[in-house]
Nanobody, 122 residues
Framework: QVQLVETGGGLVQTGGSLRLSCAAS????????MGWFRQAPGKEREFVAR????????YYSDSVKGRFTISRDNAKNTVYLQMNSLKSEDTAVYYC???????????????WGQGTQVTVSS
């Protein structure tokens, strides 16, 4: 069992930056693939980025590649999402998830945080 808590969301202007954090409870954090997803009003939850157990393997959606960076600190049981050059279309609730398989499919993530709102204003 893993409990996840996201923080770091907020209101930012176009072109600005935010860093999201996701703190996990439990002693097995390092055994999970961690993913960031987002969901805008009226849309399905979509994959943003994921990171492997050791942190050496990362994947990004095409829409955020080159702007967002996912990282993890297994000693702190925390995964991060650094978001730069934010655009209005990045506005969404951002969720972190934990999975024991490497995938971009949200239905393969059994553990989720409560989400944190990111709003990018022009």
């Amino acid at each position: 069992q893993v409990q996840l808590v996201e923080t770091g969301g907020g209101l930012v202007q176009t072109g600005g930056s935010l860093r999201l954090s996701c703190a996990a409870s439990g002693r097995t954090f390092s055994s999970y693939v961690m993913g960031w997803f987002r969901q805008a009003p009226g849309k399905e939850r979509e994959f943003v980025a994921r990171i492997g157990w050791s942190g050496s393997i990362t994947y990004y959606s095409d829409s955020v590649k080159g702007r967002f960076t996912i990282s993890r600190d297994n000693a702190k049981n925390t995964v991060y999402l650094q978001m730069n050059s934010l655009k209005s279309e990045d506005t969404a609730v951002y969720y972190c998830g934990a999975s024991q398989t490497g995938t971009a499919r949200p239905d393969r993530y059994p553990y989720w945080g409560q989400g944190t709102q990111v709003t990018v204003s022009s």
